[in-house]
């Protein structure tokens, strides 16, 4: 079925008026999409006149989940590009970033939010919290601070007062995901997910919008972070019968639970959200990973997608010129996209601001309209009300990849993922 198709039979499907409930999950798999140090890094440019303008991340980086050092280096690297190119608002105010380890933790998380607080920030960027959000939401609510480009991992975030999620989230992402393997014709799924608590609620959470997809999650299979033995989960995969797997957990367990798939034949269509598939185990395992199928609210930002998205190429040529080896084109990580995007995010929203506070910020954001992302994702209204108990996602659209056995190749059209939210 082409793209177009697809968006055809969705549009019939949308036309169901059925109402559901939507349960609160944990998504722990949004924890290989942003990870950074706590550690304060400056600008390298900006006019000198104007005051600096401090904005923080909150991220886990040494916690059971995983670290990802490249987001570090990309969050520092979108800073100093945006800094050179004229820096924040009508005065050109150099930015500023603080950060902060939350190590995985309830208490640290809650912590980082006081520690954005007692530095000032004017507003956070893709930070990400899935322990104790809501104690963050409140430290930050109370404190006024907008979350600009935020992974929101409950509802507490979704429905936050300050939360301007740029993305539509993960949980649209697999919409994204249930989409491309209805278009592929698999339609029994088998969910691969984390073994914490509140995982055991992921299943419930995305069935009833994965059926008005028209893909049936038959199984539900939970995996130990620190397992060493993949082969009883391949089995109990395999035991489903199922068409296809989709996996929500970290890029580390992904990666071995592929390498355990191979060995044992174990030959099922995968996919996920980009943060889980590292693209050089796809490669490696190309026989097994052809055709696997990612979703995100951005285009995969690799250079084979530059030609139908040309805002790639700035996103590249500002990582190129940090210097770093891990921020390459050639090699670059998609965890690497989500601080850049939020960065662009905030500079064109605040664009006319003349000074900053995060009360300036919240005020700029909620009169914003159609912020140009370089058509990265559709033109953003921050203010836009969201869909569903998703009232702060004013971006409901995804975009399907799949990996051709070398590359990740996206739709140039995205999926509106509230025909199946309902």
Not at 59 to 67: F, L, N, Q
Not at 112 to 138: F, I
Not at 283 to 302: A, C, I, M, N, Q
Not at 361 to 379: C, E, F, N, R, W
Request: aromatic share 8%.
């Amino acid at each position: 079925m082409t793209v177009s198709g697809s968006h055809a039979l969705y549009a019939r499907q949308r036309r169901r008026k059925t109402r559901r409930v939507l349960p609160v999950a944990f998504l722990a798999v949004l924890a290989t999409s942003v990870v950074v140090p706590a550690t304060v890094a400056a600008g390298q440019s900006g006019t000198a006149s104007a005051p600096p303008v401090k904005v923080g991340m909150i991220a886990a980086v040494t916690s059971p989940i995983g670290g990802n050092p490249d987001v570090e280096d990309a969050f520092h690297a979108a800073l100093a590009a945006f800094n050179k190119r004229g820096g924040a608002g009508a005065n050109g105010s150099k930015i500023e970033g603080v950060v902060c380890d939350t190590r995985g933790d309830a208490n640290q998380e809650v912590a980082c939010a006081r520690k954005m607080v007692e530095e000032g920030v004017v507003a956070t960027l893709n930070d990400l919290t899935y322990n104790n959000p809501a104690g963050v939401v409140d430290v930050l609510e109370a404190a006024g601070i907008p979350r600009i480009g935020l992974g929101p991992t409950n509802i507490a975030e979704f429905q936050s007062k300050v939360s301007y999620p740029i993305s539509a989230g993960v949980v649209a992402a697999y919409i994204g995901v249930a989409a491309g393997f209805a278009e592929d014709g698999n339609k029994k799924i088998c969910l691969v997910r984390t073994d914490a608590p509140t995982g055991a609620s992921f299943r419930g959470f995305i069935a009833p919008m994965f059926s008005g997809v028209g893909v049936d999650i038959v199984c539900d299979v939970a995996v130990a972070t620190g397992a060493t033995d993949y082969t009883p989960y391949v089995a109990e995969v395999q035991r489903a019968n199922p068409d296809a797997v989709l996996i929500s957990h970290s890029k580390d367990v992904a990666t071995q639970l592929i390498a355990a798939m191979s060995q044992l034949n174990a030959e099922l269509p995968m996919g996920g959200n980009p943060g889980s598939f590292d693209i050089e185990t796809m490669r490696k395992y190309k026989d097994l990973t052809k055709g696997t199928v990612l979703s995100e609210s951005f285009p995969y930002p690799s250079k084979n997608n530059v030609k139908n998205f040309p805002g790639l190429k700035q996103f590249f040529a500002d990582m190129k010129a940090s210097g770093k080896k891990s921020l390459d084109p050639s090699g670059i990580r998609t965890s690497t996209f989500g601080p850049w995007m939020a960065t662009l995010g905030f500079v064109n929203a605040t664009k006319d601001l003349d000074a900053f506070s995060s009360a300036n910020v919240v005020q700029a954001l909620q009169s914003a309209k159609d912020v140009d992302l370089l058509g990265l994702t559709p033109a953003w209204t921050p203010s836009k009300p969201g869909f569903s108990v998703f009232k702060s996602s004013s971006n409901p659209n995804v975009y399907v990849s799949r990996f051709d056995g070398k590359n990740v190749v996206t739709e140039k059209e995205p999926v509106d993922v509230t025909a199946f939210v309902k």
